[in-house]
């Protein structure tokens, strides 16, 4: 009986050191879990941040040749593009810009949320 009773221990003993080791994998896992939420929350600010600046630039290039073309001018400084040769070529420098701008943000929220994937694929 005391045979056995030592027998049940030792593969209780067994049971409970798997299911340790087994709570402290799972402890690792959720760190790197949390370690990712993190870095995707920062990511997730800075696009939002990102997006932000440039839809103020848009605004600030495209909402003064709106009100341009609409008889507005009067509220505006002189700057503004008009419909003149050199209003044309910043019309369409303004567009190019907008262009470039919305790349550069695309790069700006890609490239992080890229080099955080490959951060927590090489801690995996």
């Not at 939002?48 to 003064?64: C, S």
């Not at 509220?75 to 019309?91: K, M, N, Q």
Request: hydrophobic fraction near 50%; include cysteine; proline fraction near 2%.
């Amino acid at each position: 009986f005391e045979q056995e009773q030592n027998q049940r221990i030792m593969t209780q003993r067994e049971i409970l050191r798997d299911l340790n080791q087994e709570i402290e994998a799972t402890k690792q896992r959720m760190e790197k879990n949390a370690l990712q939420h993190t870095i995707s929350v920062i990511v997730m600010v800075i696009g939002i941040i990102t997006l932000l600046a440039t839809l103020g630039l848009l605004m600030w290039v495209i909402v003064p040749m709106l009100f341009h073309g609409s008889g507005l001018k009067s509220i505006w400084d002189s700057w503004h593009p008009e419909l003149t040769g050199w209003g044309a070529v910043r019309c369409i420098g303004a567009i190019l810009t907008s262009f470039l701008l919305i790349c550069i943000e695309l790069l700006m929220i890609g490239l992080p949320v890229m080099i955080a994937g490959k951060i927590v694929e090489f801690f995996d």
